[in-house]
């Protein structure tokens, strides 16, 4: 079945009489050369399983299907279920889990489904949560070699910032605390179903192995980077006072010990050295 032939997946989508949900950022891929790249590119071959987040009829699900040994594909919304049933029926490795992915037990997921596999996470993430989603992927740490996601053109930018440039963010920070990640190819808007009013790019995040910092440690450094960027535009010492209740004096001497300026921002720090004023701050 050609899932990106229009007439096709209006047939579809009529016989079951679906509407789309914008408010679960519903976009349907119906460019043909889109698939097959974010699975090319995405670990979808011999040897790997592939957690899928959120199916739409199943265009990708199929192209991965066809390239890994397995696909379990988590979708939340359960008037797709019906369709996958058809879209889907060629395939006998792909498993669908109708949960909202958040919620979802990833360790368990890996360990009862992809035994002796590797595991990538591909996906053409809803819009409305795709930085909660990265993010809990990655503090999860849930053993996955790379997660190859469409987002929104905004946020592959974010994503794919320096860390201590103006573009970053806290999920800057993440993406590259836990590994590394590059900008792979834009996607024109037009090549959904519904068209969304901006334009995508798929992007690949290849997760490291070894850990920076001890869990605690770890877990002072997000509440440092979420606490800075909330308020990204005020110093560094005015925006731990008002989010964490750390002193400003503490801050200061924290940053004199990089030899860094009381007036430092956030957006200003690379990651060697957040990680330092963070240590810093977590000893005194
Ligand atoms: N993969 C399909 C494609 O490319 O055509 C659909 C992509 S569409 C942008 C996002 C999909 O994620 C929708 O099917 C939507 O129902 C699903 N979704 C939204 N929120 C979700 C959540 N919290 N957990 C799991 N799936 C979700």
Redesign the pocket.
């Known amino acids: 079945m050609n899932?990106t032939n229009i007439g096709t997946v209006k047939d579809i989508l009529s016989r079951h009489g679906f509407s789309f949900?914008k408010g679960?950022?519903?976009?349907?891929?119906?460019n043909p050369d889109?698939?097959p790249k974010i699975a090319e590119n995405g670990n979808a071959c011999e040897g790997f399983g592939v957690l899928?987040?959120?199916?739409?009829?199943?265009?990708?699900?199929a192209e991965l299907a066809k390239r890994a040994d397995k696909v379990v594909?988590?979708?939340?919304?359960e008037r797709?279920l019906p369709i996958l049933a058809e879209t889907l029926a060629d395939f006998d490795n792909v498993k669908i889990i109708n949960?909202?992915?958040?919620?979802?037990d990833l360790h368990r997921l890996i360990d009862e489904e992809f035994a002796g596999l590797h595991v990538a996470v591909c996906?053409?993430?809803?819009?409305?949560?795709t930085s909660p989603?990265i993010m809990m992927l990655l503090e999860s740490r849930i053993p996955i070699d790379s997660i190859t996601v469409?987002v929104q053109k905004e946020a592959a930018q974010r994503l794919c910032a320096k860390v201590g440039s103006r573009e970053s963010g806290a999920i800057t920070v993440g993406v590259n605390y836990y590994g590394t990640v590059k900008n792979l190819f834009g996607v024109s808007r037009g090549s959904?179903?519904p068209a969304p009013n901006v334009d995508s790019a798929v992007i690949r995040i290849d997760l490291s192995k070894e850990k920076r910092l001890d869990e605690d440690s770890e877990k002072f450094f997000f509440k440092v980077v979420k606490a800075g960027f909330s308020q990204r535009r005020k110093t560094l010492a005015n925006s731990l006072s008002s989010v964490m209740g750390i002193s400003k004096e503490k801050v200061y001497s924290a940053l004199k010990v990089q030899g860094l300026p009381e007036a430092t921002r956030i957006e200003q720090l690379d990651m060697d050295k957040l990680i330092a004023v963070s240590a810093e701050l977590m000893k005194q």
Do not use: H, R, W
């Not at 899928?52 to 699900?61: D, F, M, N, P, S």
């Open positions: 899932l949900s679960l950022g519903q976009n349907f891929i119906i889109i698939c899928e987040i959120g199916t739409g009829i199943g265009v990708l699900t594909a988590v979708e939340i919304d797709l949960e909202d992915v958040m919620k979802c996906a053409n993430l809803p819009y409305y949560i989603i469409m959904f179903m």
